[in-house]
T-cell receptor, first 113, second 115 residues
Framework: KQEVTQIPAALSVPEGENLVLNCSFTDSAIYNLQWFRQDPGKGLTSLLL?????REQTSGRLNASLDKSSGRSTLYIAASQPGDSATYLCAVNSNQAGTALIFGKGTTLSVSS | SAVISQKPSRDICQRGTSLTIQCQVDSQVTMMFWYRQQPGQSLTLIAT?????????ESGFVIDKFPISRPNLTFSTLTVSNMSPEDSSIYLCSVARGTGFNEQFFGPGTRLTVL
């Protein structure tokens, strides 16, 4: 059974710092991996999608990497801003497209000005 | 991407009653999913709702408690029946889109509190 773990559970940084959020999964046979952002009491916003054949994806200040063989992904946030404060969720899609996602518990990020 | 709306955005309900949550998508999609997020927890899949077939429920979720309708390719409903305080959660619908239905997009969620 696939399990997704995110470390750390919470992180507080001053504005401007570069930071790394970690995600690990137990079964390397994944189809893809998605990173989401969730603001308090809100739905999820898709940040980056990495296919199983890819090593990384970039969008603006965000860079996500994938090492499928070791069951790890990282989300790198450059030059953090207070507006980045949210919970970041990692989710894997096992086996095939269109199947449900398996989520980690998330990392709650707080960026102070 | 996908534009997904949910109604209601939040509700406070009494124990023993039922609530129906609506999910509307801006264009046709084959696959829709319903998730639950309990306080302080991550998302857990309730069921997969594909148009033209019965919803497929995950272990621990049953149709009598969470009946789902999928009348067309842009709309679905989830009913939370005979509610108890343990049903207090955020309920989210999502759709699979993109090449090979690869990427998933979520609605804004429905925050349910059961007293």
């Amino acid at each position: 059974k696939q399990e997704v773990t995110q470390i750390p559970a919470a992180l507080s940084v001053p504005e401007g710092e570069n930071l790394v959020l970690n995600c690990s999964f137990t079964d390397s046979a994944i189809y893809n991996l998605q990173w989401f952002r969730q603001d308090p009491g809100k739905g999820l916003t898709s940040l980056l999608l990495i296919q199983s054949s890819q090593r990384e994806q970039t969008s603006g200040r965000l860079n996500a990497s994938l090492d499928k063989s070791s069951g790890r992904s990282t989300l790198y946030i450059a030059a953090s801003q207070p507006g980045d404060s949210a919970t970041y969720l990692c989710a894997v899609n096992s086996n095939q497209a269109g199947t449900a996602l398996i989520f980690g518990k998330g990392t709650t990020l707080s960026v102070s000005s | 991407s996908a534009v997904i709306s949910q109604k209601p955005s939040r509700d406070i309900c009494q124990r023993g009653t039922s609530l129906t949550i609506q999910c509307q998508v801006d264009s046709q999609v084959t696959m829709m999913f319903w998730y639950r997020q309990q306080p302080g927890q991550s998302l857990t899949l309730i069921a997969t709702a594909n148009q033209g077939s019965e919803a497929t429920y995950e272990s621990g979720f049953v149709i009598d408690k969470f009946p789902i309708s999928r009348p067309n390719l842009t709309f679905s409903t989830l009913t939370v029946s005979n509610m108890s305080p343990e049903d207090s959660s955020i309920y989210l619908c999502s759709v699979a889109r993109g090449t090979g239905f690869n990427e998933q997009f979520f609605g804004p969620g429905t925050r349910l509190t059961v007293l």
